[in-house]
Nanobody
């Protein structure tokens, strides 16, 4: 059973940066497209960024040019570098593979103050 552990969230002022990490147990990490999702209070979970096994990336329009997703297969870890943060980026951030989902981790809370 794969376990996902997200970390790196926190409180930051608008315009600041954070780097999120997601560590996955198990040996099948490298073959999966990995995705960062976020869920803001009262809203549905949305896809933020994804990275495939060949390192190609895609981003939600709302984060293009500000967020960068990367992966280190040797460490079974996917990262999300978030720059120029905005209050609307406030959410709990989760990682998972594209589909079918592994069990969800606890997420990491990002709070951006104005």
């Amino acid at each position: 059973q794969v376990q996902l552990v997200e970390s790196g969230g926190g409180l930051v002022q608008a315009g600041g940066s954070l780097r999120l990490s997601c560590a996955a147990s198990g040996s099948i990490f490298s073959i999966n497209t990995m995705v960062w999702y976020r869920q803001a209070p009262g809203k549905q979970r949305e896809l933020v960024a994804r990275i495939s096994s060949d390192d190609s990336t895609n981003y939600a329009d709302s984060v293009k040019g500000r967020f960068t997703i990367s992966r280190d297969n040797a460490k079974n870890t996917v990262y999300l570098q978030m720059n120029s943060l905005k209050p609307e980026d406030t959410a709990v951030y989760y990682c998972n593979r594209l589909t079918p989902y592994w069990p969800w981790g606890q997420g990491t809370l990002v709070t951006v103050s104005s």
